[in-house]
């Protein structure tokens, strides 16, 4: 799929989306917004798909919301400014929930919605040389639209105030050290780096990964009581929603002693994602 400002490859169970405005560092100007929601729609709406990877073209992954045109050419306007702005919103609150595996390829720079777009994945690779900033501080706000809660959400508190409140670069490597990303690697390692962790992920029951988000996302919010409630209600969803998978094919196969689920993932065919996908 081409559109005005982003590549929207498919290679099922693998969809990539690559920002597209290397000559602005792929800077997120309102195109790109709705672009991202359509992009978003679409691969929503397909059944074949388990992973979103997202990355960017040239020598960066995103420097954030375009400066120029979300916010210096609106802002005379107050509806149109607001109106500009509500396509990002909404797509970054989108890709949070998004029901793929998401995985942030993080190259060159990151700044601003670029660094918020990483912490809003579920998983994130990075160049070690990559330079992340919440630059917002530098030219007068504080990180915004959800950039906040990306951070405290994927930092511990003294690094995210000190991002926050300073506007100085992280690399790569830094991230990776403080929870932003769970790996960095060298540049030319990068794009290994994500097809071997999409590998990892890809041979996984489609609704499990599903409901695995679910789970996580909505059980941080939880006390222990209530988390077990939830969990069980959700298990006792993905049993009915994956024809009991999990012991009619998993756990027999362990039976067997054909597998060992603390090294590996038990053996299933693209006719069994079919089945699961259809239900
Ligand atoms: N909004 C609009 N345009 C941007 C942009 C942004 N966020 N980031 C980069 N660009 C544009 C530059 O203005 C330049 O456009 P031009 O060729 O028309 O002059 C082009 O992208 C290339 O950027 P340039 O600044 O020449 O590259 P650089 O390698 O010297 O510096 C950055 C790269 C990312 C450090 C620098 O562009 C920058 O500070 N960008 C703003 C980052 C930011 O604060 N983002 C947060 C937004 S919430």
Not at 82 to 105: C, D, E, G, H, S
Not at 164 to 191: F, H, K, R
Not at 201 to 216: F, H, S, W
Request: with cysteine.
């Amino acid at each position: 799929m081409e559109l005005e400002t982003l590549t929207v490859e498919i290679e099922a169970p693998r969809a990539t989306i690559t920002f597209n405005r290397p000559d602005k560092k792929n800077a997120m100007n309102p195109q790109m917004h709705l672009d991202m929601n359509t992009a978003l729609d679409a691969l929503e709406e397909r059944r074949d798909l388990k992973v979103l990877v997202i990355t960017g073209s040239g020598n960066s992954f995103s420097a954030g919301m375009d400066l120029e045109e979300c916010f210096l050419q609106p802002f005379e306007d107050a509806d149109l400014f607001y109106r500009t702005n509500l396509a990002a919103l909404k797509w970054f609150q989108r890709l949070k929930a998004f029901p793929l595996v998401t995985i942030a390829q993080v190259n060159g720079y990151a700044f601003g919605g670029g660094f918020e777009v990483t912490g809003l994945c579920d998983l994130a690779v990075a160049a070690e040389d990559v330079k992340f900033g919440l630059s917002e501080i530098n030219f007068g706000i504080f990180p915004a639209g959800g950039a906040t809660w990306a951070v405290t959400h994927n930092m511990p508190r003294k690094q995210a105030l000190y991002y926050i409140l300073t506007g100085a670069t992280l690399t790569g490597t830094e991230a990776a050290q403080y929870g932003l990303v769970n790996q960095a690697v060298p540049a030319e390692e990068l794009e290994a780096a994500v097809d071997a962790m999409v590998a990892r992920i890809v041979n996984k029951n489609p609704v499990t990964l599903r409901l695995a988000k679910e789970v996580y996302e909505a059980t941080t919010t939880m006390d222990l009581p209530r988390a077990i409630d939830y969990d069980q209600a959700k298990l006792w969803e993905l049993s009915r929603l994956s024809d009991n998978e999990w012991i009619t094919v998993a756990l027999k196969q362990f039976e067997k002693r054909s597998f060992r689920p603390g090294i590996a993932t038990y053996s299933r065919t693209e006719a069994d994602d079919a089945s699961k996908r259809s239900a």
